[in-house]
């Protein structure tokens, strides 16, 4: 199983846009002749040495509770990970986990999680986990999504982004956790910068989808960045730096990663700040992909 990476917020559209990038993990979830329930993982890449090994990891538990809420269940399990996603750096690394264990589960009950029928449940499992849906979705299903919830239950659409969109990543050594960036927001914002939020994200979608040359300020925001700044002051200045030289740039999700869309997906490494990994990337238009081993 192949599962991509995701940048959410994409600048404008807080907990509401997503994009799966070409950055993946890869699990194998085989079963073996031990204790029901029971699970061994192997890990390589991101987080080894530092995640569970057994039933507690985030996969077998999200895998767990699926083929629970199911009605089958689980058998002993063998899992090897290889993890390119990296941990906490605002690239939906536990949205990863989150949609493997999902797709395995559904897989291991006889379902398959990107079908009609499946995919409304199976994101309302992923998000329910994650807390809300925009990275579970765009790993889910692939391109750029847009995310919301009704009554409790969470929704998305998934939009074809622009051929010409060509994602960079900048990722810093340092590491943040989402609920301490969270902590961070106010709980009320005036009333013209949720009105400029608004329009931006209406724009952030046409620009996505069907006007690049417009992402400049279609990713500008005044929701969630700025109130961030002291967790991760390295992370707004190269935002603005890259920004006043006429690249759309943005903290991708909680940071501390900075997502940019230059044209072309040229980027020169020419006055970038030292502790930023310049990774080029195309956008994940599949989302996680399952293949049976015979």
Known sequence: MTVPASTANLGSGFDALAMALSLHDVVE??????????????????????????????????????????????????????????????????????????????????????????RPEALQLAASYEGHADNVAATLFGGLVVAWSVENRYRSVRLEPHSELAPVVLIPRVESATHTMRGLLPSEVPHA?????????????????????????????????????????????LVRWLRDGGVPAAVS??????LALPPGGELSRDGLPEGFELVR??????????????
């Open 29 to 118: 979830v085989t079963p073996v002749e031990a204790a029901a329930g029971t699970a061994r993982v192997e890990i390589t890449g991101s987080g080894a040495g530092e995640v569970p090994e057994d039933e507690s990891h985030l996969v077998v538990r999200v895998l767990h509770a699926t083929m629970d809420r199911l009605g089958v269940s689980p058998p002993a399990l063998r899992l090897r990970c290889t993890n390119a996603v990296p941990h906490a750096r605002g690239l939906g690394s536990s949205a990863a986990a989150i949609v493997a264990g999902v797709a395995a589960g559904y897989r291991l009950a006889g379902f398959d999680v990107r079908s009609e029928r499946v």
């Open 281 to 294: 990337l195309d956008v994940d238009r599949a989302g996680v992909r399952i293949e049976e081993s015979h």
């Open 193 to 237: 910068d949720a009105a400029f939020a608004a329009g931006r994200t209406a724009l952030a979608v046409h620009a996505l989808t069907t006007d690049p040359e417009l992402l400049l300020e279609a990713t500008e925001d005044r929701l969630h960045q700025e109130y961030r700044r002291p967790a991760m002051p390295e992370t707004l200045e």
């Open 253 to 258: 999700g909680a940071g501390p990663t900075v």
